[in-house]
């Protein structure tokens, strides 16, 4: 195999199996070349990577060593990203009764989901997480994008109990904005004790289901290292019971009289 | 830039753009490469992509032609996975009450979901597609993973109507299994009519809920081009009222006494 065939195959490996542990050994066997000439690929591989702002390759030295495929969004590509995103969510035409706005076109768009999965793995890169928690459905494929780049299981937490989850543990919370009392429940055996945690949700406003979620995460002795939100905006009527969140959008006024929708980057970019 | 540093790149953006139409000039102007050299680049990519089946690149002539990566699992591959993710459902640890098998630590791994979504995506490679269906909840992580593929959006059918999301279109219909009448909804806005689908869940027995989604597509005069499910068992009361499926994996027999669990590959192998 030749080195720019070689470049093809490494690249997507790597892309396919992002933060995993990749020894020299193995891709010199797959690809019937010597370490060295491997080590160059992955040079070269790295150099352009950091170029495109797409992520980055760590070595692990040692014998047990090897290379891991960092995926990122840059700062710079996130918030052009951001850019965009707020000023699609400004259109009039998302409005909905209650001054809600209308989200789902873009939650169901792939490429804006997986490019919001990577901004969270990449504001949690130096977390130590080991699931993606989220509480359906919105959320999930948030949690999925970003569960994808850091290489980890997503957990999801329900409203109400399902006969294929086996047992599970519930607790119930009053939502912020309607102040009645609600249930979540986590399978049992979904969640060893003690893990590492992130929060992913796709919308905050004072913050009720996060809490309920990390008050359920406490029963499983979880560490909740990270919460991601993709968009806040304001409760009038109370005040947010969350802090150390980040936020990509925020919401900031949605006038109905006017149909004027105000949306800025979130306090992630602040 | 070398050819060996283009064909990381190329091979990224080919990745991250499944069946995408990307022009020669495009790539040229962005490595600042002659098309000759960009188009042996593309030949190298394609060669590789055949050769660990992952996909191939197909070429349109014409002024407004150029490439796109179709991402496929070959049968191989794909019976593979299924057959290792057959013998890890065999487990008799994941037995429930009611003879339900735990599935949501496997529908959590984001790679074992990811190869999911490239089987449906094989599958449905050459049928006309638009916008890939689920119904909430589980269902969702399998059809993103196969819009991501597909490179189409997302549309999530409901249970019950969401303030979040405008006016929407319910019908009721009779769950197979509880013989229950059950709504779904879906958001007007959500759906153009006479759009080309695909249906993806996690799993069917009579196929109560897949009819559902039928008739509720059919009040968006959506053509349903094809319909996929992960894992399918018989429904000892009634008879399937869905043909014309794909499933990939197929629950012949739970056995709680003796704890025995039968897995088999899915019709999509017959």
């Not at 965009?84 to 209308?102: A, K, T």
């Not at 299981?153 to 009053?174: A, F, L």
């Not at 993709?230 to 919401?251: C, G, K």
């Amino acid at each position: 195999m030749k080195r720019s065939e070689r470049l093809v195959a490494i690249t997507n490996y790597l892309l396919e199996h992002p933060r995993q542990l990749i020894s020299l050994p193995f891709f010199a066997e797959q690809f019937g070349a010597a370490k060295s000439s491997i080590s160059e690929d992955l040079d070269i591989a790295d150099q352009m990577f950091q170029k495109q702002g797409i992520g980055k390759l760590v070595s692990v030295a040692g014998a047990a060593g090897g290379v891991k495929y960092i995926p990122m969004l840059s700062k710079e590509n996130a918030e052009l990203f951001i850019d965009q995103l707020c000023e699609r969510l400004e259109d009039p035409d998302r409005l909905l009764p209650g001054g809600y706005l209308y989200m789902s076109d873009l939650l169901g768009d792939p490429e804006t989901v997986r490019n919001i999965g990577k901004i969270f793995a990449s504001a949690f890169a130096d977390r130590d997480i080991d699931y993606v928690v989220t509480v359906a459905t919105k959320g999930i494929p948030l949690a999925y994008a970003t569960a994808n780049v850091l290489n980890v299981p997503v957990i999801i937490v329900r409203r109400d109990p399902k006969v294929t989850e086996g047992s599970t543990v519930s607790i119930n919370y009053v939502s912020g904005s309607s102040r009645k009392i609600q249930t979540m429940v986590l399978a049992k055996r979904s969640l060893p004790e003690g893990s590492n945690v992130c929060i992913i949700d796709d919308f905050m406003k004072a913050g009720g289901t996060v809490n309920g979620m990390k008050s359920l995460l406490s029963e499983f002795q979880a560490n909740v290292n990270g919460i991601g939100v993709l968009a806040e905006a304001e409760d009038e009527e109370e005040e947010r019971v969350v802090n150390d969140y980040i936020s990509l959008i925020q919401i900031q006024d949605v006038d109905i009289k006017s149909r004027k929708i105000e949306v800025v980057k979130g306090n992630y970019f602040n």
